[in-house]
């Protein structure tokens, strides 16, 4: 069974970049579909986007796209959320978890293993 | 605002029955995409509770059920439980964002 693995807490200020990454157990990790979510203080969540390591294959959410990059690296079993340049909004926790796709591959289902969450604080 | 909408809160005593909605429209849960629930405990990340509508992962007791009907899903938990008290965020797909989306969550109080 998988497991998703985050780095730790980090505490940045605005206009800094930041890359968190999401690290699998496993051999089979190329070959999962890899999402993020963002939860910010206090509120619900938000699917950012999503990558399939085989391949590099990323899909955004509309209203994350240009915000974020998305990228893994499957030699290593790791997935990455990077931002060039933190605002004070992009405090959060985020997560990494394992989506599947549907039965006929058409479109993105559940998700079922979440790593822990990194929490990012951007802050003067 | 979120896509799919939930009650902010619901509320029962232990034993009792609560439901959750959640109420999308034709790019999504009317779309006939499957509707998934996750349980948030405070400090922790969601865990999978339903899945394809009315399924149960491995482990989840059958107090919890859930249901799809037209443009929303429901989300039912009998025998409450102190232990049940949490968020609980529905999830499907929007075919008009090519995006998986969330309710906004329920954070449901045992009394």
């Known amino acids: 069974e998988v497991q998703l693995v985050q780095s730790g807490a980090e505490v940045k200020k605005p206009g800094e970049s930041l890359k968190i990454f999401c690290k699998g157990s496993?051999?089979?990790?190329?070959?999962?579909?890899i999402a993020w979510v963002r939860q910010m203080p206090g509120r619900g969540l938000e699917w950012l986007g999503i990558i399939y390591p085989a391949d590099s294959d990323t899909r955004y959410s509309p209203s994350f796209q240009g915000q974020v990059t998305i990228s893994a690296d499957k030699s290593i079993n790791t997935a990455y959320l990077q931002w060039s340049s933190l605002k004070a909004s992009d405090t959060a926790i985020y997560y990494c978890?394992?989506?599947?796709?549907?039965?006929?591959?058409?479109?993105?289902?559940?998700?079922?293993?979440w790593g822990q969450g990194t929490t990012v604080t951007v802050s003067s | 605002h979120s896509v799919l909408t939930q009650p902010p809160s619901v509320s029962g005593a232990p034993g009792q029955r609560v439901t959750i909605s959640c109420t999308g429209n034709s790019s999504n849960i009317g779309a006939t995409y499957d509707v998934h629930w996750y349980q948030q405990l405070p400090g922790t990340a969601p865990k999978l509770l339903i899945y394809g509508n009315i399924n149960r992962p491995s482990g989840v007791p059958d107090r919890f059920s859930a249901s799809k009907s037209g443009t929303s899903a429901s989300l039912a938990i009998t025998g409450l439980q102190a232990e049940d008290e949490a968020d609980y965020y529905c999830q499907s797909y929007d075919s008009s964002l090519s995006a998986s989306v969330f309710g906004g969550g329920t954070k449901l109080t045992v009394l």
């Open positions: 496993g051999d089979n990790f190329a070959n999962l579909w």
């Open positions: 978890a394992r989506q599947s796709l549907s039965m006929f591959g058409d479109y993105y289902y559940a998700m079922d293993v």
